[in-house]
């Protein structure tokens, strides 16, 4: 991630996923003391905070390397990329398989990403 993506962030995940321990750890006690009150109401409010907390947990796990995969075009690694397939054309290889070759590197790279 760059310096200036990190600027624009507005809310790094590590907050977002210590505010959803918060409020997972704040429904499950606040659920055991309201039930032992004999407040239903109470520990059904408690579930719903407990819920809140573990629906963020689960939406930051999942958007979050999804964003950062799809941001990772990196502007040097491609314009690298680019002058090395430029040097091996000028040196004689067949452009066309060059890029071939490129493109199942590439492949090959998000499929070992998981991606």
């Known amino acids: 991630m760059s310096a200036a993506d990190a600027r624009t962030r507005?809310?790094?995940p590590s907050v977002v996923r210590g505010t959803g321990l918060v409020f997972c750890v704040t429904g499950i006690a606040g659920m055991i003391i309201t039930s032992i009150a004999n407040s239903i109401n109470g520990a059904?409010?408690?579930?719903?905070v407990?819920?809140?907390g573990a629906l963020a947990l689960l939406l930051v796990g999942v958007l979050v390397p999804a964003v950062e995969r799809?941001?990772?075009l990196?502007?040097?690694?491609?314009?690298d990329v680019e002058e090395r397939v430029a040097r091996l054309v000028a040196a004689g290889a067949d452009e066309?398989?060059?890029?071939?070759?490129?493109?199942a590197a590439t492949e090959l790279g998000k499929r070992l990403r998981g991606g």
């Open 10 to 12: 507005i809310v790094a």
């Open 44 to 48: 059904i409010a408690f579930g719903f």
């Open 50 to 52: 407990g819920a809140t």
């Open 70 to 72: 799809a941001s990772y």
């Open 74 to 79: 990196d502007d040097a690694t491609a314009a």
């Open 96 to 103: 066309d398989e060059v890029r071939a070759a490129v493109d």
